[in-house]
């Protein structure tokens, strides 16, 4: 997070989320927010950022707080990959090395080389990787190799 209104911001949404997947009721809440924190009201503002990470600390012992999931890699900083990459794809599909030229036959083929779900979350190496790997295939099948890539990629 940026700062540390962004942060508290987060973390407000979270205990809300931990709150609602609880079921505490108004009382039970406000009660809970006194024996953490002396406050004598249930509103979340009035909480300064020990007693907010008290509380987090308590939901997360209570399992109310989803675990924290691991930011995905970096996307494209280059978007182009991605285009480029749909465009060999239709090269490859029209010239006969791909048999399937469709974009779910590209996402299969992308999955099946990186193991990412989805060209947008590719990152701007691992798309490199792809092109290149299609470049190869293209360079073959120029040179006279005629082998499709088809049955392996195009029709998953």
């Known amino acids: 997070m940026g700062n540390w209104r962004e942060q508290r911001s987060a973390d ?3 205990i809300g989320a931990a709150r609602r997947r609880l079921g505490l ?3 039970t809440w406000g009660a809970l927010l006194h024996d ?3 406050a004598h009201d249930a509103r979340l503002e ?3 950022a020990r007693a907010l990470s008290r509380l987090l600390a308590f939901l997360r012992s209570c399992g109310a707080l989803r675990a924290e999931v691991p930011p995905p890699p970096a996307p494209c900083s280059r ?3 991605v285009g480029q990459l749909r465009s060999m794809w239709g090269q490859l599909a029209a010239s006969g090395v791909v048999a399937d030229g469709s974009f779910e036959a590209l996402e299969r ?3 099946h080389h990186t193991g990412v779900e989805g060209l947008g979350r590719l990152t701007a190496g691992q798309a490199a990787a792809l092109v290149s790997e299609l470049k190869t295939w293209r360079r073959g099948w120029r040179r006279g190799g005629g082998k499709s890539h088809g ?3 195009g029709r998953g």
């Open 46 to 48: 009035h909480l300064d």
């Open 12 to 14: 407000l949404l979270r």
């Open 151 to 153: 049955q392996k990629h």
């Open 25 to 27: 009721d108004d009382a």
């Open 109 to 111: 083929f992308v999955h």
């Open 79 to 81: 978007p182009a990959h």
């Open 36 to 38: 953490l924190s002396g």
